[in-house]
């Protein structure tokens, strides 16, 4: 596991001074480097765990350091992180191996002056019973450095959404995210495909609160399935799902897909048409539409047309839409746990979202026909993001109506807007708000 170790802090490195997310960081360094299946998924979990678990890790440096965190070298710093992450968070490892390697690592990284400090910091944790301390903390930074979780955070969700909510939100964005697929119901059903892929050694399961879904364990690299490559699946969020069916498109019906890439919602509303009909499935940037281009084309989605286009300027050249989808960039905070990197943001970088979210529902709004539908849809559980968007939308344009969208989904909420929540409904963090265009 040696070399593991090494390509998991050399990446933790790395991501200190890039602005690179940590899934793209990662594939990169797995494809250049030639590690054992074992090696590689070793190498994945101590890096996205380190990454998601920094702020404990760290109180935990500074709690059993006599030097000062911040006069710590960096790469001492990145090894101590990964040994107490191994020695806290990953049973498998031996305590003497999370040791030992650690030792090993600061050679290999030429950190020489660090072997002793490195050794004796973690032997001593272990001496006194790997115990976290958190004595003359309030309630938020408790909270706050038990799930790694930024304090503006904490105070955010316990603020909008409760203590219990808010909770259950940190725990949830901790831990592997589950994998889930939306079936290609034009090519293949639900149970045929969970036959296919149990052929080619994937453990897969039939979603039981939604059709068409089914979750995905021990599926290694997905892309290099026969079934992928046949076309018989994409990879898809339950709740990015939802989102399509909360649109509810149907056959022979002009949809938009504005902010579409990588084409999830795209191919999965084209889908729920039958492929009979339009989905304009519309990105900024030409690399994003070719990657919609070729899903649909992978897929056999006929019906899927991406476009360039800007979001935020209304195109003339662009239809009157039944249905359009308006799923905006956002802070991500209901998907932390694909991207812990998103923690470690501060409040004010998000602060400017909101008028970039208004400006892209004004103009989505206006390719809706009288009588059409609009939803309005994000990644995050803010309600800066999210509930306030919605209303402020709705209080301007009197033409749109909020309505109710019903979904096949148990314990869905019967309102026109609905917040999903991980640990409540399996899937990402996420926002739904549905308008009827009446006049």
Not at 80 to 104: C, D, I
Request: proline share 4%; with cysteine; glycine share 6%.
């Amino acid at each position: 596991m040696g070399d593991a170790r090494l390509t998991a802090v050399k990446l933790l490195l790395k991501m200190e001074s890039s602005e690179a997310y940590s899934n793209i960081l990662l594939d990169n360094a797995l494809s250049e480097q030639n590690l054992s299946e074992r090696d590689r998924a070793f190498a994945s979990a101590l890096f996205y765990g380190v990454t998601e678990r920094r702020m404990t890790l760290d109180y935990v440096i500074r709690q059993n350091s006599k030097i000062p965190f911040e006069k710590l070298d960096k790469e001492a710093v990145a090894v101590l992180r990964t040994g107490f992450y191994q020695l806290l968070y990953m049973q498998s490892v031996p305590e003497s191996a999370a040791v030992n390697e650690s030792v090993k690592l600061c050679r290999k990284l030429k950190a020489f002056g660090s072997e002793g400090f490195v050794n004796g910091m973690l032997r001593n944790f272990i001496r006194n019973g790997k115990m976290i301390s958190y004595v003359g903390l309030d309630e938020a930074e408790t909270l706050s450095i038990k799930y790694s979780c930024p304090q503006w955070i904490a105070k955010k969700w316990q603020r909008e959404y409760g203590t219990e909510n808010a909770i259950k939100a940190m725990e949830a964005s901790l831990g592997a995210p589950p994998l889930y697929a939306r079936v290609n119901t034009t090519k293949v059903s639900d149970d045929e495909l969970v036959a296919i892929l149990k052929k080619e050694g994937v453990q897969a399961e039939r979603n039981p609160r939604l059709n068409g879904c089914i979750r995905l364990t021990k599926a290694g690299e997905t892309e290099k399935l026969k079934a992928f490559k046949d076309g018989l699946f994409h990879i898809q969020d339950v709740s990015s799902q939802l989102c399509c069916l909360t649109l509810r498109p149907i056959v022979n019906e002009t949809v938009i897909d504005i902010c579409a890439a990588p084409g999830g919602k795209s191919f999965t509303m084209a889908e729920l048409m039958g492929n009979n009909g339009k989905v304009l499935s519309l990105d900024l940037y030409d690399g994003r539409v070719n990657l919609i281009a070729d899903g649909a084309k992978r897929l056999g989605l006929r019906i899927v047309e991406p476009r360039q286009n800007n979001a935020v300027k209304f195109s003339e050249e662009l239809p009157q839409a039944d249905r359009v989808l308006c799923d905006v960039p956002c802070s991500g905070l209901g998907v932390i746990r694909r991207k812990p990197e998103i923690k470690y943001k501060t409040e004010e970088e998000f602060r400017e979202l909101p008028i970039l979210q208004r400006a892209i529902l004004e103009v989505s709004s206006r390719y809706v026909k009288t009588g059409g539908t609009l939803v309005y849809s994000t990644c995050t559980l803010s309600k800066a993001e999210n509930d306030e968007v919605a209303q402020d939308f709705a209080s301007k344009h009197p033409e749109f109506s909020p309505i109710v969208q019903t979904i096949p989904y148990e314990g869905a909420s019967n309102s026109p807007t609905r917040t999903f929540f991980p640990e409540v409904d399996g899937g990402d963090g996420f926002f739904t708000a549905a308008f009827r265009k009446v006049k």
